[in-house]
């Protein structure tokens, strides 16, 4: 936890309303989300009892498990999940435009018009989804244990949700209550934090309502059920396992029938609050206004989602059941990649983040007392404009004579390199050498606010919005050493095994 999310908390929780750590919103909100509430079986590892699910706040869908602890009837779920999910997904698939290109590349490449995006109540949300992925994905269509199509292309495509859910940068499987917890701090703890229902209380507590009282009351589990995929223990008792029981007993399909309607409305009574929370989250996120960097990062979500929905219809194969060695090293250094550009794209962004950085000396602002824009150096054969600036700040920079680098995010393609630092203990003066951004001449005035003036407020960080290119070299998989075991196996079409295969 950063500084300024700490003071946050500690202010939220002395005033007893939540606190913004964020002045914009770094996720993007797309118009038509697709929400899913899912409920498990208490005791069972993934044994998907029902979830709730669409795009339609006002009309959603309930799939209820006949005999969750039966699998035929856990792949049958599945079935009817699919139903719900594949045809938006095919639907957005198919909608497609041209990537423009730019003078480096005349490569034609295809992005859809729209991604889509799923909300779950929080992580144990997208854990539901990977575990129902692995479970599905290698299902066969053939054979003993043949399953409906739609089960395996599932999977495939609940396993992407959740591999693209890693990455920092990406928007289309959104944990409601992660994203809440990145925009506003509240004053209880990470833990309470997970509650949907405490959590909104607290960002969004009833009228006349201080937010501490309402989190207290949300935390009875009667009036606000939890958010899942856990059952509550007192359902469980009253409602779940009494209707599990007469539905094993059932004498007939009549009696069955009775059995299931009763069961589904238990069900839809426990799901539809968190329902109602996560379209009101959407909403309340959707009020905020968008980061610049917003918009370029769900344009590469569309064209990730482009690309493996072409992979799907040429290639088609299920993601391996873990990586190689290769494959796992790509992935991490994407990871971590990924991860550092979406916190600097954050930082240049929005400044209440930044303060983050200055917090720590990553960063430092304040304000031009000199400026010789017009200055030429030589360094080479040939002349080049390099500007100097001096900006005193107060911020606890941690900068020595030599470092580069620097940028200001409102001249990100300029690079600022240290000159010399002096400090009196109240305030530091620092020297900085400009360049790019300048024009190509060196004769006449550089170009109007290439060059901050005097008495300009500037903000310099060795953050980089535009991206940490560097990821490293890699063997190809055929290549991968002995030591790293070597090439892993091609992928074989499912089998008996698989099928087979238990469900925890």
């Known amino acids: 936890m950063s500084g300024l999310t700490a003071m946050a908390r500690v202010l939220a929780a002395e005033t007893g309303t939540r606190q913004a750590i964020c002045t914009l919103r770094h996720l993007h909100v797309a118009a038509r989300p697709i929400v899913l509430v899912p409920i498990t079986l208490a005791g069972e590892t993934n044994a998907p009892l029902a979830v709730l699910v669409g795009d339609d706040r006002d009309r959603p869908q309930l799939i209820v498990t006949n005999r969750?602890?039966?699998?035929?009837?856990?792949?049958?779920?599945?079935?009817?999940?699919?139903?719900?999910?594949?045809?938006?997904?095919?639907?957005?698939?198919?909608?497609?435009?041209?990537?423009?290109?730019?003078?480096?590349?005349?490569?034609?490449?295809?992005?859809?018009?729209?991604?889509?995006?799923?909300?779950?109540?929080?992580?144990?949300?997208?854990?539901?989804?990977?575990l129902l992925g692995r479970m599905t994905r290698f299902r066969s269509t053939v054979g003993q244990w043949a399953v409906a199509p739609s089960v395996p292309t599932l999977g495939i495509w609940a396993t992407w949700f959740a591999e693209q859910s890693e990455f920092a940068d990406s928007s289309v499987l959104v944990a409601t209550t992660q994203a809440l917890t990145a925009m506003w701090?509240?004053?209880?703890?990470?833990?309470?934090?997970?509650n949907l229902a405490a959590l909104m209380a607290w960002i969004d507590p009833p009228p006349g309502t201080s937010a501490a009282d309402a989190a207290a009351r949300a935390e009875d589990t009667i009036a606000f059920p939890p958010a899942g995929p856990a059952t509550d223990p007192q359902f469980d008792a009253v409602v779940l396992e009494p209707a599990l029981r007469d539905l094993d007993a059932a004498p007939d399909d009549q009696v069955r029938e009775r059995v299931l309607a009763r069961l589904a409305s238990g069900l839809r009574d426990q799901m539809q609050p968190t329902w109602d929370r996560v379209w009101r989250a959407i909403d309340l996120l959707d009020a905020v206004p968008a980061a610049p960097h917003v918009a370029v990062r769900w344009e590469r979500d569309r064209e990730r989602f482009y690309a493996f929905a072409d992979y799907l219809n040429t290639i088609g194969l299920p993601q391996a059941r873990q990586d190689g060695a290769v494959r796992g090293a790509r992935r991490l250094t994407d990871l971590e990649v990924r991860k550092s550009t979406f916190d600097a794209q954050r930082a240049y962004d929005d400044a209440?983040?930044?303060?983050?950085?200055?917090?720590?000396?990553?960063?430092?602002?304040?304000?031009?007392?000199?400026?010789?824009?017009?200055?030429?150096?030589?360094?080479?054969?040939?002349?080049?404009?390099?500007?100097?600036?001096?900006?005193?700040?107060?911020?606890?920079?941690?900068?020595?004579?030599?470092?580069?680098?620097?940028?200001?995010?409102?001249?990100?393609?300029?690079?600022?390199?240290?000159?010399?630092?002096?400090?009196?203990?109240?305030?530091?003066?620092?020297?900085?050498?400009?360049?790019?951004?300048?024009?190509?001449?060196?004769?006449?005035?550089?170009?109007?606010?290439?060059?901050?003036?005097?008495?300009?407020?500037?903000?310099?960080?060795?953050?980089?919005?535009?991206?940490?290119?560097?990821?490293?070299?890699?063997?190809?998989?055929?290549?991968?050493?002995?030591?790293?075991?070597g090439p892993p196996a091609e992928y074989y079409v499912p089998t008996s095994h698989d099928a087979a295969e238990d469900w925890s």
């Open 68 to 130: 969750p602890r039966v699998r035929e009837e856990r792949l049958r779920f599945a079935e009817r999940l699919g139903a719900e999910l594949l045809l938006p997904i095919a639907n957005l698939a198919r909608r497609t435009e041209v990537v423009p290109t730019t003078r480096r590349t005349t490569t034609v490449r295809r992005r859809a018009v729209e991604a889509p995006q799923i909300w779950v109540p929080n992580p144990a949300g997208v854990e539901f989804l990977r």
């Open 185 to 194: 701090a509240t004053g209880q703890s990470d833990l309470e934090d997970g």
């Open 352 to 485: 209440l983040v930044m303060a983050e950085y200055r917090l720590s000396g990553e960063a430092f602002r304040g304000i031009v007392v000199d400026a010789d824009a017009d200055r030429v150096v030589r360094p080479s054969s040939r002349r080049v404009r390099r500007p100097l600036i001096t900006v005193t700040t107060r911020d606890p920079a941690r900068l020595a004579p030599g470092d580069r680098e620097l940028r200001d995010p409102q001249r990100p393609t300029q690079e600022a390199a240290v000159i010399d630092v002096e400090s009196d203990g109240a305030q530091t003066r620092i020297r900085l050498e400009l360049s790019g951004g300048l024009g190509s001449g060196t004769t006449g005035p550089a170009p109007s606010g290439s060059v901050p003036a005097v008495g300009d407020v500037v903000t310099y960080t060795r953050l980089k919005a535009g991206g940490y290119t560097h990821r490293g070299t890699f063997p190809n998989r055929e290549d991968t050493p002995w030591t790293h075991g």
